[in-house]
Protein backbone atom coordinates (compact mmCIF):
# COMPACT_ATOMS: atom_id res chain seq x y z
CA UNK A 1 0.00 0.00 0.00
CA UNK A 2 1.19 3.20 -1.06
CA UNK A 3 2.63 5.88 1.98
CA UNK A 4 0.37 8.35 2.51
CA UNK A 5 0.58 11.85 0.93
CA UNK A 6 0.30 15.02 2.56
CA UNK A 7 -2.03 17.71 2.36
CA UNK A 8 -1.92 20.89 0.31
CA UNK A 9 -2.82 23.99 1.98
CA UNK A 10 -2.94 27.63 0.09
CA UNK A 11 -2.29 30.15 2.59
CA UNK A 12 -3.47 33.74 0.74
CA UNK A 13 -3.76 36.95 2.42
CA UNK A 14 -3.44 40.98 1.51
CA UNK A 15 0.32 41.96 1.83
CA UNK A 16 1.49 42.77 5.43
CA UNK A 17 -1.97 40.77 6.80
CA UNK A 18 1.06 38.53 8.44
CA UNK A 19 0.66 35.36 6.57
CA UNK A 20 4.21 35.17 6.43
CA UNK A 21 5.03 35.38 9.97
CA UNK A 22 2.33 33.14 11.24
CA UNK A 23 3.51 30.15 8.38
CA UNK A 24 7.14 30.68 10.32
CA UNK A 25 5.77 30.51 13.99
CA UNK A 26 3.64 27.22 12.75
CA UNK A 27 6.64 25.51 11.28
CA UNK A 28 8.49 26.19 13.98
CA UNK A 29 6.18 24.59 16.04
CA UNK A 30 6.72 21.20 13.76
CA UNK A 31 10.30 21.31 13.35
CA UNK A 32 10.13 17.59 12.18
CA UNK A 33 10.19 18.34 8.83
CA UNK A 34 6.37 16.88 8.48
CA UNK A 35 5.30 20.77 7.07
CA UNK A 36 7.03 22.71 4.26
CA UNK A 37 6.77 26.06 2.40
CA UNK A 38 7.11 25.82 -1.42
CA UNK A 39 9.70 28.63 -2.57
CA UNK A 40 8.48 30.22 -5.38
CA UNK A 41 9.91 31.34 -8.19
CA UNK A 42 9.87 35.05 -8.94
CA UNK A 43 10.81 37.84 -11.26
CA UNK A 44 10.99 40.44 -8.58
CA UNK A 45 14.33 41.97 -7.10
CA UNK A 46 14.83 40.36 -3.36
CA UNK A 47 14.13 42.47 -0.54
CA UNK A 48 17.26 43.14 2.22
CA UNK A 49 17.95 40.21 3.85
CA UNK A 50 15.95 37.84 1.64
CA UNK A 51 18.05 34.37 0.12
CA UNK A 52 18.07 32.94 -2.98
CA UNK A 53 16.33 29.61 -2.75
CA UNK A 54 14.87 30.53 0.80
CA UNK A 55 12.52 32.99 0.66
CA UNK A 56 12.57 33.04 -3.09
CA UNK A 57 14.24 31.53 -6.46
CA UNK A 58 15.03 35.00 -8.19
CA UNK A 59 14.88 35.07 -12.07
CA UNK A 60 14.55 37.29 -14.62
CA UNK A 61 11.95 37.55 -16.77
CA UNK A 62 12.49 35.83 -19.85
CA UNK A 63 13.89 32.87 -17.75
CA UNK A 64 10.34 33.10 -16.22
CA UNK A 65 8.58 32.64 -19.56
CA UNK A 66 11.44 29.88 -20.25
CA UNK A 67 9.92 28.03 -17.80
CA UNK A 68 6.61 28.96 -18.25
CA UNK A 69 6.63 27.65 -21.72
CA UNK A 70 8.02 24.41 -20.67
CA UNK A 71 5.33 23.52 -18.10
CA UNK A 72 7.63 23.87 -15.18
CA UNK A 73 5.13 25.88 -13.27
CA UNK A 74 2.02 24.21 -10.94
CA UNK A 75 0.42 27.96 -10.93
CA UNK A 76 1.51 31.17 -12.06
CA UNK A 77 0.52 34.77 -12.07
CA UNK A 78 1.51 38.28 -12.28
CA UNK A 79 1.57 40.11 -8.93
CA UNK A 80 2.40 43.98 -8.38
CA UNK A 81 3.93 43.83 -11.86
CA UNK A 82 5.99 41.17 -11.00
CA UNK A 83 6.09 37.12 -12.15
CA UNK A 84 5.20 34.63 -9.52
CA UNK A 85 5.11 30.90 -10.47
CA UNK A 86 5.00 27.59 -8.11
CA UNK A 87 7.46 24.80 -9.06
CA UNK A 88 5.59 21.70 -10.27
CA UNK A 89 8.27 19.27 -9.10
CA UNK A 90 8.86 20.66 -5.78
CA UNK A 91 5.06 20.29 -5.12
CA UNK A 92 4.26 16.96 -6.69
CA UNK A 93 7.64 15.06 -5.08
CA UNK A 94 7.10 16.95 -1.52
CA UNK A 95 3.59 16.04 -1.29
CA UNK A 96 4.62 11.91 -2.22
CA UNK A 97 6.83 12.01 0.38
CA UNK A 98 4.15 12.62 3.11
CA UNK A 99 4.64 16.33 3.65
CA UNK A 100 2.15 18.95 3.84
CA UNK A 101 2.64 21.51 1.40
CA UNK A 102 1.67 25.35 1.86
CA UNK A 103 1.27 27.86 -1.06
CA UNK A 104 1.83 31.25 0.21
CA UNK A 105 0.25 32.64 -3.43
CA UNK A 106 -2.19 35.37 -4.34
CA UNK A 107 -6.12 34.38 -5.30
CA UNK A 108 -5.30 34.19 -9.39
CA UNK A 109 -2.97 31.24 -8.29
CA UNK A 110 -5.29 29.75 -6.06
CA UNK A 111 -7.97 29.60 -8.86
CA UNK A 112 -5.27 27.32 -11.03
CA UNK A 113 -4.71 24.89 -8.03
CA UNK A 114 -8.16 24.59 -7.32
CA UNK A 115 -8.69 23.75 -10.50
CA UNK A 116 -5.83 21.36 -10.63
CA UNK A 117 -5.88 19.80 -7.33
CA UNK A 118 -9.64 19.54 -5.93
CA UNK A 119 -8.41 18.36 -2.61
CA UNK A 120 -6.17 21.30 -1.63
CA UNK A 121 -7.53 23.40 1.30
CA UNK A 122 -7.73 27.08 1.50
CA UNK A 123 -6.98 29.50 4.23
CA UNK A 124 -7.48 33.43 3.72
CA UNK A 125 -5.61 35.71 6.34
CA UNK A 126 -7.10 38.74 6.95
CA UNK A 127 -6.18 42.00 8.99
CA UNK A 128 -8.32 43.49 12.15
CA UNK A 129 -8.70 46.27 10.14
CA UNK A 130 -7.32 48.49 7.37
CA UNK A 131 -5.11 50.75 9.46
CA UNK A 132 -3.60 48.11 11.51
CA UNK A 133 -2.72 46.83 7.82
CA UNK A 134 -1.02 49.56 7.20
CA UNK A 135 0.33 49.45 10.60
CA UNK A 136 2.12 46.67 9.40
CA UNK A 137 3.34 47.51 6.35
CA UNK A 138 4.72 51.01 7.34
CA UNK A 139 6.14 48.81 11.03
CA UNK A 140 7.96 45.81 9.13
CA UNK A 141 10.18 48.90 6.90
CA UNK A 142 10.70 47.05 3.87
CA UNK A 143 8.85 49.35 1.31
CA UNK A 144 8.87 53.05 0.24
CA UNK A 145 5.86 55.09 0.89
CA UNK A 146 5.04 54.58 -2.92
CA UNK A 147 4.98 50.66 -2.34
CA UNK A 148 2.95 50.52 0.53
CA UNK A 149 0.06 53.14 -0.82
CA UNK A 150 0.31 49.86 -4.05
CA UNK A 151 -0.21 47.33 -1.61
CA UNK A 152 -3.13 49.20 0.59
CA UNK A 153 -4.85 49.62 -3.45
CA UNK A 154 -4.25 46.41 -4.47
CA UNK A 155 -5.17 44.94 -0.82
CA UNK A 156 -8.96 45.87 -1.22
CA UNK A 157 -8.91 43.41 -4.20
CA UNK A 158 -7.16 40.20 -2.67
CA UNK A 159 -9.70 40.80 0.04
CA UNK A 160 -12.52 41.37 -2.33
CA UNK A 161 -11.73 37.41 -3.18
CA UNK A 162 -12.22 36.09 0.66
CA UNK A 163 -15.61 34.29 -0.42
CA UNK A 164 -12.79 31.66 -2.49
CA UNK A 165 -11.54 30.51 0.07
CA UNK A 166 -12.85 27.58 2.62
CA UNK A 167 -11.39 29.00 5.75
CA UNK A 168 -10.91 32.54 7.40
CA UNK A 169 -8.32 33.64 9.97
CA UNK A 170 -8.46 37.13 11.41
CA UNK A 171 -4.86 37.70 12.23
CA UNK A 172 -5.62 40.12 15.50
CA UNK A 173 -3.74 38.30 17.93
CA UNK A 174 -0.93 36.58 16.62
CA UNK A 175 -0.16 33.43 18.72
CA UNK A 176 -4.46 32.82 18.63
CA UNK A 177 -4.26 32.67 14.70
CA UNK A 178 -1.10 30.43 14.56
CA UNK A 179 -3.03 28.72 17.02
CA UNK A 180 -6.31 28.56 14.37
CA UNK A 181 -4.16 27.61 11.62
CA UNK A 182 -2.30 25.38 13.34
CA UNK A 183 -5.61 23.01 13.96
CA UNK A 184 -6.93 23.77 10.20
CA UNK A 185 -3.48 21.98 9.46
CA UNK A 186 -3.77 19.32 12.15
CA UNK A 187 -7.30 17.95 11.77
CA UNK A 188 -7.13 17.89 8.27
CA UNK A 189 -3.90 15.27 8.46
CA UNK A 190 -6.17 13.40 11.35
CA UNK A 191 -8.87 13.47 8.67
CA UNK A 192 -6.56 12.04 5.88
CA UNK A 193 -4.84 9.00 7.83
CA UNK A 194 -8.47 8.09 9.18
CA UNK A 195 -9.75 7.54 5.52
CA UNK A 196 -6.16 6.45 4.55
CA UNK A 197 -7.15 3.27 7.49
CA UNK A 198 -10.07 2.75 6.55
CA UNK A 199 -9.85 2.12 2.61
CA UNK A 200 -6.73 0.25 3.86
CA UNK A 201 -9.51 -2.52 5.62
CA UNK A 202 -11.68 -2.43 3.09
CA UNK A 203 -9.34 -2.92 0.08
CA UNK A 204 -7.76 -5.71 2.90
CA UNK A 205 -11.45 -7.35 2.76
CA UNK A 206 -12.22 -6.76 -0.32
CA UNK A 207 -8.88 -8.01 -1.67
CA UNK A 208 -9.56 -10.90 0.95
CA UNK A 209 -12.41 -12.59 -0.74
N1 LIG B 1 0.25 33.10 -7.80
C1 LIG B 1 1.32 33.21 -7.05
N2 LIG B 1 1.43 34.21 -6.17
C2 LIG B 1 2.54 34.27 -5.40
C3 LIG B 1 3.59 33.30 -5.49
N3 LIG B 1 4.56 33.63 -4.60
C4 LIG B 1 4.13 34.75 -3.98
N4 LIG B 1 2.93 35.14 -4.45
C5 LIG B 1 2.09 36.27 -4.01
O1 LIG B 1 2.64 37.47 -4.50
C6 LIG B 1 2.30 38.54 -3.61
C7 LIG B 1 3.50 39.42 -3.33
O2 LIG B 1 4.49 38.67 -2.63
P1 LIG B 1 5.78 39.41 -2.07
O3 LIG B 1 6.38 40.25 -3.16
O4 LIG B 1 6.69 38.39 -1.45
O5 LIG B 1 5.24 40.39 -1.00
P2 LIG B 1 4.63 40.14 0.48
O6 LIG B 1 3.30 39.48 0.31
O7 LIG B 1 4.52 41.51 1.05
O8 LIG B 1 5.61 39.29 1.25
C8 LIG B 1 1.69 37.87 -2.38
O9 LIG B 1 0.27 37.98 -2.48
C9 LIG B 1 2.11 36.43 -2.51
O10 LIG B 1 1.19 35.56 -1.89
C10 LIG B 1 3.43 32.23 -6.43
O11 LIG B 1 4.27 31.34 -6.59
N5 LIG B 1 2.29 32.25 -7.17
N1 LIG C 1 -1.10 39.57 14.87
C1 LIG C 1 -0.16 40.51 14.62
N2 LIG C 1 -0.11 41.62 15.38
C2 LIG C 1 0.83 42.59 15.16
N3 LIG C 1 1.77 42.55 14.18
C3 LIG C 1 1.76 41.46 13.38
C4 LIG C 1 0.80 40.40 13.55
N4 LIG C 1 1.05 39.45 12.61
C5 LIG C 1 2.11 39.90 11.88
N5 LIG C 1 2.54 41.11 12.34
C6 LIG C 1 3.64 41.94 11.80
O1 LIG C 1 3.15 42.56 10.59
C7 LIG C 1 4.21 42.66 9.63
C8 LIG C 1 3.78 41.97 8.33
O2 LIG C 1 3.79 40.55 8.55
P1 LIG C 1 4.28 39.52 7.40
O3 LIG C 1 4.27 38.19 8.03
O4 LIG C 1 5.55 40.01 6.77
O5 LIG C 1 3.06 39.70 6.36
P2 LIG C 1 2.75 39.05 4.94
O6 LIG C 1 3.62 37.84 4.79
O7 LIG C 1 1.30 38.71 5.00
O8 LIG C 1 3.06 40.11 3.93
C9 LIG C 1 5.46 42.06 10.26
O9 LIG C 1 6.25 43.10 10.80
C10 LIG C 1 4.88 41.17 11.38
O10 LIG C 1 5.79 41.01 12.44
Redesign the pocket.
Given at each position: MSKVSGNLFVI?????AG??SMIDALLKRHPQGSMQV?V???T?KPRPGEKEGE??FFVDEKTFLEQVDKGNFY???K??D?Y???SRHVIEDTLASGVDVF????W???R?VKAAYPGVHTVFILPPSNAELERRLRNRGQDSEEVIAK?MAKAQH?MSHYAEFSYLIVNEDFDKSVQQLEHIVMSQRLRRSKQQIRHREILQDLLAE
Open positions: AAPSGKSSSTTRHYEYAVFHYGTLDIDQGTQRE
